[in-house]
């Protein structure tokens, strides 16, 4: 790891030098405040950590360096200089180059193919001069330590080679500024081992590096400074030698001292509803035992990637266990299909509401009725009218808005959205809700209203189970909460025991404290 | 967000659907501008002449909005026409209309069947699947027939069903009726029924179809054995104005024109939006067109041009219109 080029500018910077300054960056969707007078930079040689819950702004500010937003005040200055990128080409060609959670790959195109798409090495009639790319793309994928031929197709790679290609595609455009977002979400131990080894020597090359995790413990050693986003705004940038996790974990919730619970937990069943017996599934989580009683909201928490998602739909039936059973009011549950798991009371409100929640080209009172159709059959067959009725009542309970039934969803903000997807499955009569970040992309005021549907369901004797990665709401609402880790729960907190501390220490070691 | 108040200050009822405004508009201007320019255009004789030649491919394109509804379309329309055309002659030769109908157009709802089970059940793409039926099935009818027209069918049987494809009840002709009632049928189910609602919604979001518990490979079936339905009843009325079994009746360019008319109407081609009434216009649009360029003596071959253009700029029309409402998500 001794050849990387060094930057191109000029005589290069000196470590210590700052590349990327952004002061007093503010940028606003409908109805949110995503990022508020974010003064932020990144040093030549250094690796400047970005910490933030979930919804704190770490990704709008990622991808206003990365120009995919146009901020709506501030300034990002490289080098010095004042810039405005109007796309993410402008910032790639000024040397940021952004490794995404989502792999950005064609999985259909070989691995030195992709390292060179959009930048192809031309040979003198203007073709790809294929012999020069594959040596190219050779030496790169030696840099990052990867053995396979530059001809293997992406498809055939794992997670973590392709997160390794993704870095030597950034090394290609002689990135100034890496931005590596949550970059070892979905890697081993063994591959996140060897990303370290590369940021490092990247860091004796004079690259800044803006490293996005919510691992605190695998910050440790590696990040020269720490700067905690919360709610859009920065709560401070800090060496990271001067900064213990306790303080950045109090830096992250906002609770300076342990947090007092919101919720009075309620009084529920002892016979549990829904009740799951070492339930696992290959790759996704294992050896789940969990129980559910009638009004009791249970929050499974933990970072992306611990299995949370592939949980609530399997109890959905969208995914089926490789073993395990499942039970719901003492008998054992095993229909085999959506259709059946909706027709015995089991209902999810999905992560993705865009691509699994609603149509969003279809009209509100459309995708209310989705799941309810046979309700509204009349001696004329579906009838729009008491359609729209209905609609508007739920419109009215739920607050959503525009108030007008007939709106297509698409149209609509996310918190409203989700609202829809909520009343979809508020009009049947289901007895276990699952909710899969229900607030994620909702401003503050929808996710305030969302969580009093979600206690007023308890209320009404409902049995719910949330997913959650958003501390705030998880000691917000749960009456019991249950920490996940790579596929496995290694912790539960009910009552008084519900703190962020342990929380966070749970999600983040799998320990126990 | 002031798109998004001005879209609810809107009233239901007032609300016109954007996307029949142009082909509805071109229809209009059409009849106008062809009033004036030929005196033969604006007559009953000419309009029911007209009406009686688009009903067949009125019935097509009612059938074709089902797939396209969905996010797919159907490809095989054409060989069933050929089929339905070649079973309902061939039965009729020795068990006379009734049986002829029941086998002919029974054999292409089958056709639409199996269709749905490869799409719906098995999963394969729509466009493969009926790429692969197109030709199947264009060779059963030849294999059923032998390769040659299927004629001399049996009095008094052979006027009956001349009176499906040719004749009159009252001052109305009978496959104009018959469009008529598959076009209504097809609206209703669409609009009014839960698998009708079904069809909008996987073509809307098929995860989210799933999702929202609906079943929707017996929806895709459906669909199918609908537009195979709808096909097989063209294919029979086509095939009474013929008055014989005819292997290839299908094989021009009806499947196109039918795939044509319902882009032309405005129902999208990715699924979700659109109904068999704008269709219907589509149809109307493409069949004035071209009789009155016929009235005006315009050559068949620049007729092909201009309606070649229209699908591509009722396309271009249409993503215009949705482009400025996709605006408002920003």
């Known amino acids: ?513 | 967000m002031t798109a998004v108040a001005g879209h609810a200050s809107l009233r239901p009822r007032l609300r016109i659907d954007a996307a029949i405004i142009g082909p509805g508009l071109a229809l209009a201007a059409m009849i106008i501008v062809y009033s004036i320019l030929s005196p033969h255009f604006l007559t009953i004789s000419n309009f029911t002449n007209v009406l009686v030649q688009c009903s067949p491919l009125l019935i097509l394109a009612a059938g074709q909005t089902f797939p396209i509804l969905m996010g797919g379309l159907d490809l095989s329309q054409g060989s069933i026409v050929s089929l339905v055309s070649v079973v309902t002659a061939g039965v009729m030769l020795d068990h006379g209309l009734g049986l002829g109908a029941i086998a002919g157009i029974g054999s292409g709802i089958l056709v639409g069947a199996a269709n749905g089970v490869l799409i719906g059940r098995f999963r394969i793409q729509p466009f493969i699947v009926t790429l692969g039926m197109l030709y199947m099935i264009a060779g059963a009818a030849m294999v059923y027939s032998g390769g040659s027209s299927v004629f001399g069918l049996p009095e008094p049987d052979v006027d009956r069903f001349f009176w499906f494809g040719g004749g009159f009840l009252g001052p109305i002709p009978v496959p104009l009726i018959i469009a008529a009632i598959l076009i209504a049928v097809s609206h209703l189910v669409l609009t009014r029924t839960p698998i009708g609602r079904s069809v909008y919604a996987v073509g809307g979001n098929e995860q989210v179809a799933l999702m929202s518990g609906i079943d929707v490979g017996r929806t895709k079936i459906f669909i199918y054995m609908m537009s195979g339905a709808f096909a097989s009843i063209a294919g029979f009325v086509l095939s009474g104005r013929v008055i014989s079994g005819q292997p290839i009746l299908g094989a021009g360019d009806l499947l196109l024109q039918s795939i044509g008319a319902v882009i032309i109407g405005g129902t999208s081609i990715f699924g979700g939006r659109g109904g068999v009434l704008r269709s219907a216009l589509g149809v109307f649009v493409v069949a004035f067109m071209v009789n009155g360029l016929n009235l005006l003596a315009i050559s068949t071959f620049i007729q092909e041009i201009i309606v070649g253009a229209i699908i591509i700029l009722s396309v271009w029309l249409n993503s215009l219109h949705r482009s400025g409402s996709t605006k408002r998500l920003a």
């Open chain 1, 1 to 513: 790891m001794t050849d990387i080029d060094a930057p191109r500018a000029g005589a290069g910077p000196r470590a210590g030098d700052e590349i990327l300054r952004v002061r007093g960056l503010r940028k606003t969707f409908p109805g949110v405040v995503a990022l508020d007078a974010v003064d932020f930079d990144v040093r030549a040689g250094e690796v400047h950590a970005l910490l933030g819950a979930n919804g704190a702004g770490k990704s709008t500010l990622i991808k206003v360096v990365a120009g995919l937003y146009s901020p709506v005040g501030g300034e990002i200055a490289l080098s010095g200089h004042p810039v405005k990128f109007t796309g993410a080409a402008d910032a790639m060609a000024a040397g940021v180059s952004v490794i995404y959670q989502d792999f950005a790959l064609i999985p259909y195109l070989s691995v030195a193919e992709n390292i060179f798409l959009g930048n192809e090495i031309l040979g003198p009639l203007g073709l790809v001069d294929w012999t020069a790319t594959h040596r190219e793309a050779r030496r790169l994928l030696d840099l990052v330590g990867c053995a396979f031929p530059t001809e293997t197709m992406v498809w055939e790679l794992g997670t973590g080679q392709r997160q390794l290609v993704e870095v030597a595609k950034a090394l290609r455009r002689e990135a100034r500024v890496l931005v590596l977002d949550e970059p070892t979400a979905s890697l081993s131990q063994g591959e996140s081992a060897r990303l370290f080894d590369l940021i490092r020597a990247l860091k004796h090359k004079q690259v800044g590096m803006i490293y996005v995790s919510h691992r605190l413990d695998e910050i440790a050693g590696l990040v020269d400074r720490v700067t905690v986003l919360r709610d859009g705004k920065s709560m401070g940038t800090f060496p990271a030698v001067e900064i213990d996790r306790r303080k950045i974990v109090s830096l992250i919730t906002g609770h300076d001292t342990l947090p007092t619970r919101l919720r009075q937990s309620a009084s529920h069943d002892e016979k549990p509803l829904l009740l799951t017996k070492q339930l696992s599934r290959k790759g996704e989580f294992e050896d789940i035992s969990i129980d559910l009683r009638r009004g009791e909201i249970v929050v499974i928490t933990g970072l992306i990637g611990s299995g949370r998602t592939e949980l609530l739909e399997t109890l959905f039936r969208a995914r089926r266990p490789d073993s395990g059973e499942i039970f719901l009011d003492g008998r054992r549950y095993d229909s085999a299909s959506v259709r059946s798991a909706i027709r015995d009371g089991i209902v999810l409100i999905p992560e993705d509401r865009r691509g699994h929640g609603l149509c969003v080209i279809l009209p509100m009172y459309e995708n209310i009725a989705m799941a309810t159709m046979r309700r509204f059959l009349g001696a004329l067959g579906l009838s729009r009218r008491s359609e729209i009725q209905h609609a508007d009542t739920m419109i009215r309970a739920l607050h959503i808005k525009p108030a007008d039934a007939t709106a297509e969803a698409g149209t609509l903000s996310g918190g409203n959205q989700q609202k829809v997807v909520l009343a979809k499955w508020l009009s049947t009569d289901a007895s276990v809700f699952l909710f899969d970040e229900p607030t994620q992309g909702v401003d503050v005021g929808a996710k305030n209203e969302i969580h009093d549907i979600v206690r007023n369901l308890a209320a009404r004797r409902k049995a719910i189970l949330i997913a959650s990665s958003d501390l705030e709401e998880v000691l917000g609402i749960a009456d019991r909460v249950l920490a996940m880790r790579q596929g496995r729960i290694v912790g539960e907190f009910s009552g008084a025991a519900i703190q962020a501390s342990g929380l966070v220490e749970a999600i983040t070691h799998g320990s126990v404290s």
